[in-house]
């Protein structure tokens, strides 16, 4: 995975709340290949009518090469653990998610796909929104000292530790595992020299 450690772009406003898996991409369209990209089907009902036509959706006025941050209100991600739903957005082209809260697996995917889910106080999601006003803003996001930036308000974010270790040095799980080789080491050492027999 790409590492991420600051992020600067315009921002996406998607002032909905229960954004749910079914609606980041709709279950019909996770029979296409991943090859091809996951991107084009991101929010695919709420971007599109029945006939194909483009409705007025916020994410219909987004260039993929400018926007990479996306601000959500509460229960982003929730529904089914499909990581499809994942796919698409980091397919479109976005690395981080700022929101109040998400689904618990959603969240996990996120992380195992190099996109940042940063939780804020609710508090905080809607100033940003407010000050976004509906339109693309530019943004920055700060993993290293966990602050977000929109002109001149600054809010923090949390993140589970672990994830934020994992996102800044471009990790997956087996690459954590790796950077404790020594304590691995050790371990195994210690641990036959007091059960010599276990070897």
């Known amino acids: 995975m790409k590492p991420i450690n600051k992020l600067s772009s315009l921002a996406c406003p998607m002032a909905l ?12 369209f996770m029979k296409e290949s991943r090859d ?17 036509a483009q409705k007025d959706f916020i994410l219909n006025h987004v260039d993929a090469s400018s926007s990479q941050i996306m601000v959500a209100r509460r229960n982003f991600g929730a529904g089914s653990s499909r990581e499809a739903a994942v796919y ?10 700022i929101a109040p ?13 190099g996109l940042l889910p940063a939780l804020v106080s609710e508090k905080d999601c809607e100033y940003l929104l407010s000050a ?5 803003r530019q943004v ?22 672990t994830w934020r270790l994992k996102l800044l ?20 050492e210690n641990y036959l020299h007091q059960y010599p027999w276990q070897g």
């Open 88 to 97: 698409a957005l980091a397919d479109f082209g976005f690395r981080c998610v």
């Open 101 to 113: 809260s998400f689904g618990d697996i959603f969240a996990s995917n996120s992380v195992n796909n």
């Open 36 to 52: 091809a990209g996951y991107g084009g089907f991101l929010l695919h009902d709420l971007r599109f009518g029945d006939s194909g």
């Open 17 to 28: 709340e229960n954004v749910d898996t079914d609606q980041l991409i709709p279950a019909r």
């Open 169 to 188: 040095n471009g990790w997956d799980d087996i690459d954590l595992t790796m950077a404790e080789t020594p304590k691995i080491k050790r371990f195994r």
């Open 140 to 161: 920055s996001v700060d993993l290293q000292e966990q602050s977000i930036t929109l002109g001149n308000i600054k809010v923090p974010f949390d993140i589970n530790p």
């Open 132 to 136: 976004l006003g509906g339109e693309l």
